[in-house]
């Protein structure tokens, strides 16, 4: 009974797995949508590809259905013809041979006697961006740049340009460049426009220089055409006429005399895109007559005016290149600063620009009214905004040095109020202040100090100790207030822990009998209980100073600074020049070069007569500053919560980015800042006296010869002792030069290869790199960023690398700081490395040789400072003054 119910089981099972062989197992909405585009019912097949379309749109892969979609193309219905050019175009690239299949129903399309339909087929053909296509695309796109109807002619236009991006040889073959000149004499205005924008277009791309050149009877065109065009034409139009070069100043003036119209325009951009042509000129020096350019600047006025007061975009749009244009022209806007008045209900970001632009625009005349708006902007709810309008302030202490004083007596008002963050960035501000002007406004020091205990942030403890140390021989109590400091030491910052050491090396130099213990306490903690590699140096630094020779210490430490500079430069000049021709678009904004933008690469002029030969700068224009502060690569090497590294800002104050950089340009300290003081240049004397403690002045010191804790000061500067130079470090003769490795070969970095070498010269870490580009694109966008190390390696400055042309190499030297999140690796010396650029992420390792990190085996005793600051006995074999000294 039992095998009989087995063999019935199986025979059931065998008829069930026949019955599933022939079964269809095609399920799923795909499958239905492929049997209702096949339908015989038109409306279900028009539905149907609204279906598809709709899949396709939300991300959904509907490619399986190509086929079928493009059966659909021959039908006398534009709206479904849309739909499926539509499908087309997105789905080509993936179903490059099933495209072909389409070209017969294009060509159709072009004969069309519907423009609509004749225009739709040309312009989806310059869509499709795939090799097989473009030899069918000649002739159709020849019979559309002579066709009768305007609108045809003008989506032809901007064909030729995509045309010239897949196959530039085919497109110069053809003559289609030489038709689109001949185009720009259309009697319709946007098929001028459209042809402008195409030439543009090619030109930029191009390689051969000379293929838009403007003539006297082409350059009227385009100023006749310029009244009847579209706002997008005229901003073409306008584009070009910046990048043209006048023939004389006459011509100059009469293209600005046709131009000025567009002022009063009510489309922003029309407006900017004017603005750029009126100070592309003026930069450049076509128009030099004084009367001219009087006239200019009264009539660019109100129209940036009504700009700053559209919505709050615009707004911010504008008031981004208003900067830009105030630092190349002040005079322009220099009557209406009240406009730039902040309101209520501005957005932050158009508030923080306003800032910027009343300190551009503030001088003696109206600082006393700008002072008194930012006095009240300080009692707003908007912390951010508070902060920045007290440092708007001090910039214009730093700016104007007759209003130094109202500034200053502005700051003490603000610090009498008692708000905690508006007294930390007063402290902060007052310490550029007496950075810029020295030995001045001491009297503030004393309203300073009384808030010692009210400080809870490391950039105001930092400033305030830099403030006491500076002026320690003023204040009778300096040791008590960085005592109160220096009991908390260990969990202070580390921007706090460095200036501290100054401070009090700085108190030990000018009172020695008020510091000798503070000085011994903070130097043998630092060396013994800190992590920080910048901190221990420092220690080290100052401590074999004192010990070898205190009045090279006191003439190296107690050096006159130099006065900081006025932070009122947005960029560089050598940038600026290069954003003044791109005003209205990304890169005026961003304040970055336009070629990270996709775009408007190398020399863009364009002559009334042949283009000379000149090499264009394709790396974009040198000097480029990034502000702001961000994490270049966004990205993390493991899962924790590692702090960033960040990218410092420029000299001058910042731009942004970035972003895609920081926009709002948040007056941050630099990466990698190890002080508030910026780095002074020494006097000649002081260099001699440095360079007689270095031993002959060789700057390579060997790291075998630390000082030993068995050496005292007798014999410590002895020549027999082997111990010359800083506090017992032996000179030796310059080292090797070590040799760039390959650490991402090409094949890894999609054609991109780095070669490098970390090298340490003068105490100081750097990572030398090379960037080849073997790939036939440029490589543009390039950042770099360490994962958390043994030693806190950071780079504390971008890649200074605009643009790396196919095939070319770039060299760049990174500077590194020790200052960045520490984490023990295996080996000690594994450093791992992410690279960016426009292609992607690329990651890799490298182990760094143990030399470039050697330190003292055995940590020196700490010295006892009793000093004679007096005693300045010039016998090499002398002590200094250290009598009983041991190191």
Request: aromatic share 4%.
């Given at each position: 009974m039992q095998a009989a119910v087995t063999k019935f089981t199986q025979n059931a099972l065998a008829d069930l797995r026949r019955q599933n062989f022939f079964s269809t197992a095609k399920k799923g909405e795909n499958f239905e949508l492929k049997a209702?585009?096949?339908?015989?019912?038109?409306?279900?097949?028009?539905?149907?590809?609204?279906?598809?379309?709709?899949?396709?749109?939300?991300?959904?892969?509907?490619?399986?259905?190509?086929?079928?979609?493009?059966?659909?193309?021959?039908?006398?219905?534009?709206?479904?013809?849309?739909?499926?050019?539509?499908?087309l175009i997105n789905y080509a690239k993936s179903q490059p041979e099933l495209v072909i299949l389409a070209v017969?129903?294009?060509?159709?399309?072009?004969?069309?006697?519907?423009?609509?339909?004749?225009?739709?087929?040309?312009?989806?053909?310059?869509?499709?961006?795939?090799?097989?296509?473009?030899?069918?695309?000649?002739?159709?796109?020849?019979?559309?740049?002579?066709?009768?109807?305007?609108?045809?002619?003008?989506t032809a236009a901007i064909c030729v340009a995509k045309l010239y991006d897949l196959n530039p040889q085919l497109t110069v073959d053809n003559g289609f460049v030489a038709t689109l000149q001949e185009m720009i004499s259309d009697s319709n205005p946007v098929v001028v426009a459209n042809a402008v924008a195409a030439l543009s277009e090619i030109n930029d791309s191009s390689t051969q220089k000379g293929l838009f050149n403007i003539n006297n009877s082409i350059l009227l065109k385009l100023l006749a055409a310029l009244n009847e065009s579209t706002e997008w034409g005229q901003i073409?139009?306008?584009?070009?006429?910046?990048?043209?070069?006048?023939?004389?100043?006459?011509?100059?003036?009469?293209?600005?005399?046709?131009?000025?119209?567009?002022?009063?325009?009510?489309?922003?951009?029309?407006?900017?895109?004017?603005?750029?042509?009126?100070?592309?000129?003026?930069?450049?020096?076509?128009?030099?007559?004084?009367?001219?350019?009087?006239?200019?600047?009264?009539?660019?006025?109100?129209?940036?005016?009504?700009?700053?007061?559209?919505?709050?975009?615009?707004?911010?749009?504008?008031?981004?290149?208003?900067?830009?244009?105030?630092?190349?022209?002040?005079?322009?806007?220099?009557?209406?600063?009240?406009?730039?008045f902040c309101k209520y209900n501005d957005p932050p970001y158009v508030k923080l620009e306003k800032l910027e632009v009343m300190i551009q625009l503030c001088n003696d005349k109206n600082v006393d009214q700008v002072l008194s708006e930012f006095k009240e902007y300080c009692n707003e709810v908007d912390v951010d905004f508070v902060r920045r309008s007290v440092r708007a302030i001090g910039r214009c202490a730093i700016k104007l040095e007759s209003a130094a004083e109202r500034c200053v007596n502005v700051l003490l008002e603000l610090i009498s109020s008692h708000v905690n963050y508006v007294l930390q960035e007063a402290i902060v501000v007052m310490k550029d202040i007496f950075r810029k002007y020295p030995h001045s406004y001491e009297g503030v020091i004393v309203n300073l100090c009384k808030n010692l205990e009210s400080l809870d942030e490391p950039e105001a403890k930092a400033s305030l100790i830099w403030i006491i140390g500076e002026y320690a021989e003023k204040i009778d109590n300096a040791n008590e207030l960085l005592e109160f400091f220096l009991e908390g030491f260990k969990e202070e910052s580390s921007m706090v822990q460095l200036q501290l050491i100054t401070a009090i090396v700085k108190l030990f130099l000018k009172k020695p009998s008020q510091a000798q213990d503070s000085v011994q306490k903070i130097l043998q903690t630092a060396t013994q209980s800190c992590d920080n590699p910048d901190i221990r140096d420092r220690a080290y630094i100052y401590w074999r100073l004192l010990s070898t020779n205190p009045q090279a210490a006191k003439t190296v430490v107690l050096a006159e600074k130099p006065p900081i500079e006025s932070h009122t430069k947005i960029v560089s000049d050598s940038l600026l020049d290069e954003l003044i021709a791109n005003i209205g678009t990304l890169a005026s904004v961003y304040y970055k070069p336009a070629s990270l933008f996709g775009g408007r690469t190398g020399?863009?002029?364009?002559?009334?007569?042949?283009?000379?030969?000149?090499?264009?700068?394709?790396?974009?224009?040198?000097?480029?500053?990034?502000?702001?502060?961000?994490?270049?690569?966004?990205?993390?090497?493991?899962?924790?919560?590692a702090q960033k590294s960040s990218t410092p800002p420029s000299a001058a104050p910042k731009s942004g980015m970035n972003d895609l950089l920081d926009l709002l340009?948040?007056?941050?300290?630099?990466?990698?800042?190890?002080?508030?003081?910026?780095?002074?240049?020494?006097?000649?004397?002081?260099?001699?006296?440095?360079?007689?403690?270095?031993?002959?002045?060789?700057?390579?010191?060997?790291?075998?010869?630390?000082?030993?804790?068995?050496?005292?000061?007798?014999?410590?500067?002895?020549?027999?002792?082997?111990?010359?130079?800083?506090?017992?470090?032996?000179?030796?003769?310059?080292?090797?030069?070590?040799?760039?490795?390959?650490?991402?070969?090409?094949?890894?970095?999609?054609?991109m290869e780095i070669s490098a070498v970390f090298v340490k010269r003068q105490n100081k870490f750097f990572m030398e790199l090379t960037f080849s580009n073997k790939t036939a694109q440029p490589l543009s966008e390039i950042a770099i960023q360490f994962n958390k190390n043994t030693y806190g390696l950071i780079p504390l400055a971008p890649i200074g690398i605009n643009v790396i042309p196919p095939n070319e190499s770039r060299d760049f030297t990174l500077p590194l700081g020790t200052n960045g999140p520490v984490q023990q690796m295996n080996p000690p010396t594994l450093l791992q490395i992410a690279v960016k650029n426009n292609l992607g992420v690329y990651y890799f390792q490298h182990v760094l040789p143990t030399s470039l990190f050697e330190t003292p085996s055995t940590t020196p005793s700490m010295p006892s400072f009793g000093m004679n600051m007096n005693n300045n006995n010039n016998n090499n074999n002398s002590n200094n003054g250290l009598d009983g000294l041991l190191i």
């Open positions: 209702d585009l096949n339908s015989e019912y038109k409306e279900r097949r028009k539905d149907t590809v609204k279906r598809v379309i709709a899949n396709m749109t939300i991300g959904k892969d509907v490619s399986s259905l190509f086929a079928d979609v493009v059966k659909n193309m021959q039908t006398d219905d534009i709206e479904l013809k849309k739909l499926v050019y539509l499908y017969n129903t294009f060509v159709k399309d072009t004969d069309d006697p519907n423009p609509l339909i004749r225009a739709l087929a040309i312009r989806t053909m310059g869509c499709l961006r795939v090799e097989e296509i473009t030899n069918y695309l000649c002739e159709p796109l020849r019979k559309c740049l002579r066709d009768d109807n305007p609108y045809v002619r003008k073409c139009i306008l584009t070009t006429l910046a990048d043209y070069v006048p023939v004389d100043e006459k011509e100059a003036e009469n293209i600005v005399e046709r131009v000025i119209p567009r002022l009063q325009h009510a489309n922003a951009s029309v407006v900017l895109s004017a603005v750029k042509v009126f100070m592309v000129y003026m930069n450049q020096n076509y128009i030099t007559s004084e009367k001219t350019i009087n006239l200019i600047v009264k009539k660019m006025t109100p129209p940036l005016v009504t700009l700053v007061s559209d919505h709050s975009e615009i707004q911010y749009v504008a008031l981004r290149n208003i900067n830009l244009i105030l630092q190349k022209r002040s005079d322009i806007l220099s009557q209406e600063i009240r406009v730039f020399d863009n002029k364009i002559f009334s007569t042949p283009a000379e030969d000149a090499n264009a700068d394709i790396e974009g224009v040198p000097g480029t500053t990034i502000g702001g502060v961000e994490n270049l690569l966004d990205l993390d090497f493991d899962d924790s919560s340009n948040d007056d941050v300290p630099p990466m990698g800042n190890t002080g508030l003081s910026q780095p002074s240049t020494p006097s000649n004397n002081v260099q001699n006296d440095l360079l007689s403690i270095l031993g002959g002045g060789n700057n390579t010191m060997s790291s075998s010869n630390i000082m030993s804790p068995g050496l005292n000061s007798n014999n410590l500067m002895s020549p027999n002792s082997g111990l010359g130079g800083l506090g017992g470090l032996s000179m030796m003769s310059q080292p090797q030069q070590p040799q760039k490795t390959v650490m991402l070969p090409a094949n890894e970095g999609k054609g």
